[in-house]
């Protein structure tokens, strides 16, 4: 199955507003440009995300947020309800990026629960998952992703691969400058595909969106574009710098 590339930049806790609507619109022209053929997403930080919306309302770049709570709304300080997140016009939210995990303990069990209230209320997520530089070492990559992939969809069911997206960050790869190479992103991701037409089902594998992540730049787009099972990016510091991050929504 022919599978639409999303190109997705992660802005995390960076920017201010004057900066965020500049670099948004900035983004435009070349999001404009690969509409045809490509699927563009920026994830500001949630105060940011008024005014990036303002700014891409009438494009098509996708809107995303980086975290969402389950509930529509309540007791939850220091949360965004999906509603909330959809009345600003988000699309998609990352849901288990390892800054979550690993910084603030966010476990399998909270992230199945992000996991499931996205979907129930049709925010389209995009379910992180990737190894430390110690799993890795010790040949445990696929037992941790298998396990994480598992737990974050226990009890989800999914009828159309378009509602959800899997990237596959190697927490070694992200923000050190270190991309995995070719070969080891296409290698994890026929795993995860194939993983996930176990849990659903050849249809679901077949369409869903994998993408990659881990110190995506301009350099290291065509090459790990021209692999089979690599459907997009997922990109942090390069995504805030307008040039970088429009030559990456540019890869031949
Ligand atoms: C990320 O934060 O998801 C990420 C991949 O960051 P970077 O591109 O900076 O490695």
């Known amino acids: ?8 930049g992660n802005w995390k806790m960076h920017l201010d507003s004057v900066k965020a609507r500049q670099l948004a619109q900035d983004l435009i022209p070349a999001a404009a440009a690969r509409a ?3 699927d563009v997403m920026i994830a500001p930080s949630p105060t ?6 303002e700014e891409v309302k009438d494009s098509v770049i996708i809107l995303g947020a980086q975290n969402v709570c389950w509930a529509t709304q309540g007791a939850f300080t220091g949360e965004t309800s999906p509603a909330m997140l959809l009345e600003l016009g988000c699309r998609m939210a990352i849901i288990g990026h390892s800054e979550r995990r690993h910084i603030f303990a966010e476990d399998d069990r909270l992230i199945n629960k992000r996991l499931s209230g996205a979907l129930e209320h049709g925010l389209i997520p995009i379910l992180c998952l990737g190894e430390t530089l110690e799993s890795r070492q010790q040949d445990q990559t696929f037992k ?4 994480q992939l598992r737990s974050a969809l226990i009890n989800i069911s999914i009828k159309n691969p378009a509602k959800l997206i899997i990237a596959y960050e190697p927490v070694w790869a992200i923000g050190t400058g270190q991309t995995a190479t070719t070969e080891q992103a296409q290698e994890v991701h026929v795993f995860l595909r194939q993983l996930i037409g176990d ?4 249809t679901i594998a077949s369409g869903i969106r994998i993408l990659y992540g881990g110190s995506v730049k ?8 021209s692999r089979e099972d690599i ?3 997922l990109v942090g510091g390069a995504a805030l710098d307008a040039e970088s991050f ?6 031949s």
């Open 1 to 8: 199955m022919k599978r639409r590339p999303l190109i997705a």
């Open 36 to 38: 045809g053929n490509c």
């Open 48 to 53: 940011l995300l008024p005014v990036v919306s």
């Open 144 to 147: 941790v992703l298998e396990g």
């Open 199 to 202: 849990i659903f089902d050849k």
């Open 218 to 225: 301009p350099e290291t787009m065509a090459a790990l574009m």
């Open 231 to 233: 459907d997009g990016v």
């Open 246 to 251: 429009s030559k990456i929504i540019n890869y």
